[in-house]
């Protein structure tokens, strides 16, 4: 099967949509697929390997790491040879951008598509101004209209299925989380602690993200400096950049923490994970994860985690597995964060479910169920 993966968001960047788009396509590799990969031109991508074309675009309002691509943008490929590639199915991975690219390149070549709903935009709406309401109505309908084009919508978590079948999709709805190749996640030996300057023997605690204020590093800060009386010596790695980086290290320091907290700007995913094997905890406050890519990544390395219980977070940890789930407030998630750092025996528990959990996120096994929806795509298509 040959697959054209269309996405507003690719390396050199690091987020849960780029760990995505790189797991199922070298997965879909590995089962014998061909895979194109159309994403937008980003300062530092460098060369890329075969398959993979970039197209200019514009940098987003209140987001300049992201480029909007116009559908009739150039690049390093000509849309007109879409043709020539003999794709069987397009994959669309955001509705703005390339996602507009990749939809009317289907219908016009008339190639089976289908859409993953990666990003629950409601969070997101306070980049725009004016009231909120009015753009949660918009999104809503724009989200309906977009999706019912598709004869199948993948999404990650049940609870974003809910909000899709809430705003009135009647698009068949399937959940096909991301999974995780455990045998790409081996730690590569990048000193943390020395390179940090973070002394061996006290807590070390790591969160890492995209920094805008929809994930919440906020409250993370202040949830930190109220555990600080029961870990006072614990220390924060925070791995990733973003539009509020400047803010949360200015409210570090304002809340007493600014030895405590290290902020690395975006790492290698190789060091990400390096980071999170040196750590006692994952942490994160996240409330719009759809999934929570970085919550499996960190387990994975035997790290349990401590997150607010909202949307994929909640979803992945209930009942605590793997970790704790707190309350999305200051108090209660350093009362979680404090109590799984200072007992031991707990800890041990929950990095043994944390590991159990990741095993079941197989990247090979959930790129086979892509493969099939893929299939009832084209099907249907055909049934057309």
């Known amino acids: 099967m040959k697959v054209g993966i269309f996405t507003d968001t690719y390396s050199p960047q690091t987020n849960g949509v780029v760990t995505s788009v790189k797991i199922y396509a070298e997965q879909l590799r590995l089962l014998g697929h061909e895979v194109h990969i159309f994403a937008p031109a980003l300062a530092g991508s460098g060369p890329d390997p075969e398959r993979v074309y970039r197209f200019y675009g514009i940098s987003y309002f209140g987001q300049p790491e992201y480029k909007w691509v116009l559908p009739w943008a150039k690049g390093g490929f000509r849309q007109r040879d879409i043709p020539a590639l003999g794709l069987d199915i ?142 006072p010596d614990a220390h924060l790695v925070v791995a990733g950049d973003g539009p509020e980086r400047d803010s949360l290290v200015q409210l570090a320091a304002d809340l007493g923490l600014k030895e405590r907290v290290h902020f690395t700007g975006y790492l290698a995913r190789e060091r990400v994970i390096d980071l999170f094997a040196a750590s006692q905890l994952f942490v994160f406050a996240s409330q719009s994860e759809t999934q929570g890519m970085v919550l499996l990544e960190a387990m994975a390395q035997g790290t349990p985690a401590v997150a607010v219980d909202a949307l994929g977070p909640g979803e992945l940890m209930r009942g605590d597995r793997g970790g704790l789930l707190a309350e999305p407030e200051a108090q209660d998630l350093a009362d979680k964060i404090a109590r799984l750092a200072t007992d031991g025996a707990l800890r041990a528990e929950k990095s043994r479910e944390a590991l159990a959990k990741a095993e079941e996120y197989s990247a090979e096994r959930l790129a086979k169920k892509l493969v099939r929806f893929y299939q009832l795509a084209i099907a249907s298509s055909n049934r057309a």
Not at 101 to 118: C, D, E, N, Q
Not at 129 to 156: A, D, E, M, Q
Not at 159 to 185: F, Q, V, W
Not at 187 to 198: D, F, V, Y
Request: aromatic share 12%.
């Open 90 to 231: 397009i994959h669309i991975q955001a509705p703005f951008g390339l996602g507009l690219m990749g939809a009317h390149l289907a219908r016009k070549y008339s190639i089976p598509a289908v859409f993953t709903y990666h990003t629950f935009f409601e969070p997101y709406l306070h980049y725009l101004p004016g009231p909120r309401w009015f753009y949660f109505r918009l999104h809503k309908n724009l989200t309906r209209l977009w999706s019912n084009r598709f004869p199948i919508v993948l999404c990650p978590t049940l609870p974003i299925k809910d909000a899709l079948l809430r705003y009135g999709i009647t698009s068949r709805i399937e959940l096909l989380p991301t999974g995780i190749d455990l045998h790409n996640m081996k730690p590569s030996g990048w000193q943390a602690r020395s390179e940090l300057g973070i002394p061996e023997g006290v807590p070390l605690f790591a969160t890492a993200g995209r920094l805008g204020r929809e994930k919440s590093f906020d409250l993370l800060l202040k949830a930190m400096r109220e555990a600080r009386s029961r870990v």
